[in-house]
């Protein structure tokens, strides 16, 4: 396993629709390489577009700083449904490291995956991990935070970034 360079916005990887992993397409070495550099990065969740590969697939692991590791891989998620109560909460996101936003989403998703073993799987979310998988879930469709955001808010953010980042470099 080794760490993968985080690609950092305004990368234009991050705001491609990533393609489908086929079904003959290896990715033990992508995830096992993904969920070390998540863990040491260290979030929460990782998708594919961050670590450069414009393929469906993200970790995630919502447990593992209050408690044992809990990895989970989705591999070509389809959201099925989300809740209609919304709720505000902030977000980080590993590729716009610094900067928190505060974004409304809904409560609760359903989805349906395959996992590591390619094995489907479907499942209700709440709470933190609906929250996550959504966030994750953007990357692959190309949307980054910035994204939740009015064109005068989102200005104004990423002048904040990318200010921000000018006076750390």
């Given amino acids: 396993m080794s760490l993968l360079p985080i690609v950092q916005w305004p990368d234009p990887r991050l705001s491609t629709a990533c393609a489908p992993v086929g079904a003959a397409e290896d990715l033990g070495t992508l995830i096992d390489d993904m969920l070390e550099t998540m863990y040491a990065a260290p979030g929460r969740g990782l998708a594919a577009p961050q670590v450069g590969v414009l393929k469906r697939v993200f970790v995630m692991d919502v447990d593992w700083k209050e ?12 959201v099925l449904w989300r809740s209609d109560d919304i709720a ?32 489907e799987q479907e499942q209700t979310f709440d709470g933190f991990a609906a929250r996550c998988i959504q966030h994750e879930y953007d990357h692959l ?12 808010e989102r200005r104004l953010l990423e002048a904040q970034y990318l200010s921000q980042n000018e006076a750390t470099a």
């Fill in 67 to 78: 408690g044992p590791r809990n990895p989970v891989v989705m591999i070509n998620p389809e």
């Fill in 88 to 119: 505000p909460a902030e977000e980080a996101c590993l590729s716009i490291p610094g900067l928190s936003t505060r974004i409304t989403r809904p409560t609760k998703i359903r989805i349906r995956w395959q996992d590591a073993d390619r094995a």
């Fill in 141 to 152: 469709d190309g949307r980054v935070t910035f994204d939740h955001f009015s064109s005068e």
